[in-house]
């Protein structure tokens, strides 16, 4: 069985890597990789490819392009990725001379391209550099390739020569890739060479690793052609830590390797210990892949679930990271006072429970928008409002909300701001399929022929989107009456279309509250029911009390509803509480919500402890009220 097992290892370990990555990638990883198919281009016309490829390393950025549009089809793109990392694997074995036993170091770099494509797919893959998710692996393919072509050659004279070439068209097709690949074939010529010949051959490779080094810079280019490393909005350069470990690793394979011995005690040795690194890796990764792409899983699912108008399915996924994140902050805080009990004295109670509320998880900014959207479509909106936490805005939040600012803005009608924000995002990011889309639709719905037209003829010339393109082009070069009775079940919330509502920094809900401001609301004659329920809302969640009041006002005029929602019974018996005005009395407030706020009340002033402790404590019985909303989250919108 051994012998058996020994003879068909590497055969075993290729099998085992399509059964373990394609379905996790087809399946679980499904909503991603359709979200890197939204966010590709490749557009099949003469001056994309030129805009493309003139350029070091954009050979390889349009070939990425293209096969980054099959990702559209998420299992297709999911099998084009498993295959090319088959490719990688068994390139990898013959190309570092891996001997039998040690045949698992050949899916390190598997795992470690991975993890340039998933690890970090929410913040650099996604956001930040288009087109990648092929990047790394054909580039790695390409240096391999390299490798592999110059230890064929023989004569040293000509082995050189080819190495010098190679890093040159290496660089200037593949950048940084092709550097590496050069690289790679001058370190294992010098670790293959005999001793007498390494320091006249070693002399010679010095020289040709410093042209290497030097190289990029006789173009005026970045020798990191082709590795994400941009800038983008608040974010430093992105994490370019898996593409050092995987450089750092063929580096080390490219030195120690030589192919011999593969059998007996040694081939035992070698199995155990490549099976030991490679588990402790994979564990490591995989750990890493599962936490970091947690949130952005959500929200793609999130997004295409609204996308599909399941929006019952968007409220579990939201409630189910919820209930995630709240058992992730109750294990926290109990640590942190259990650290408290421990060090002795109470004064730092207080000083642990605010670190504990700096850091607190709760759902994203883009989770809540994407919520709010949901529940208002199910009319909902002012009975599960505050049946969950707000998402706070943050820095990191921005440019994940960007990419979906233009669908939010349509969703609430301001097709206006949704071609702004298309635009905008296209100057920082490049174009994509889903900007044309967006920015498309949203000239359409506003009636901007022009500028539709011109989104439309980039549609189509596109392998999957040219069919929508002439759909949607239908309809305003027939009958423009047409469009809004097809779209108007989607984007029912019809509010005034006014030309006045820019992005700044990516604060979608700010600009949408100024929008429902109390200043900017239009003559009652002009409110719809979508408008006045939505200022109710954005009230609410501004806190602006004189503003609810109004917004109240012209609810009860339009909607003319035969009960209040709750969230809204709890905010008028609120506000009429605390001015005293007694206005609460005139109102339907079930007894449910009045013996509510008593009991909330009670506990505030017979609770021991400071803010931070009572804001812990309360949580657990009052955290689904717009009681806790108002006194307890700072909701930056």
Known sequence: MKKVFAKYERCFWAVLLIAALFPVLAFVYRDVLARFGDLSLFIYERSFFEETVLKAGGFLEYISAFLAQFLYVPWLGALIAVLLWEAVYWLSLKAFDIPRGFSMLGLVPVAMLLLTVMGYGDKVNVMLYRNVFYTATLGFLAS???????????????????TAVSALAGYLLFGAYGLLGAALAVLSEVSHNR?????????FDVLLLAAIAFLPMAFGHNWLAGVPVVEFYNYDKVNVLPYILLAAFSLLMALCFRGKNDKGEEYRRGSIASSCCVLIVTVLIGCLLWKAGADYRAETKMYYALMDQDYQKVVKLYDKVVKREDAANARTYANLMKKVKNLGGDDRRDLYAKYYFETYERPSRLMTELRMIAIQYMGESGNLLFSAPQGLLTMEDIPFVSQYGPTIYRYWGLFNSSYVWSTATSIHGGWSYY??????LAMLLAGNDKAAEKYLDILDNTLFHSKWAAANRGYFLSDSVQLPEVYEEHYKLDCP?????????????YKILEHFALFEQPEFEDLTPEYAECAVLWAMLSKDVNAFWQALDNYYGINEPEKLPRYYQQAAYLFSVLQGSGIADNLPIDDEVRRQYDSFATYMTTHQGSVNELREASYKRFGKTYFYFYFFVDNYI
Do not use: H, P, T, W
């Open 497 to 509: 279309r006014e030309n006045k509502f820019y992005s700044e920094n990516g604060e979608i809900e």
């Open 144 to 162: 391999l390739a390299i490798l592999q072509c110059c230890k064929s050659i023989g004569n040293y004279a000509v082995k050189m020569v080819v």
């Open 195 to 203: 001793l007498a010949f390494k320091a006249v051959y070693g002399f």
């Open 435 to 440: 900007d044309l889309r967006e920015a498309a």
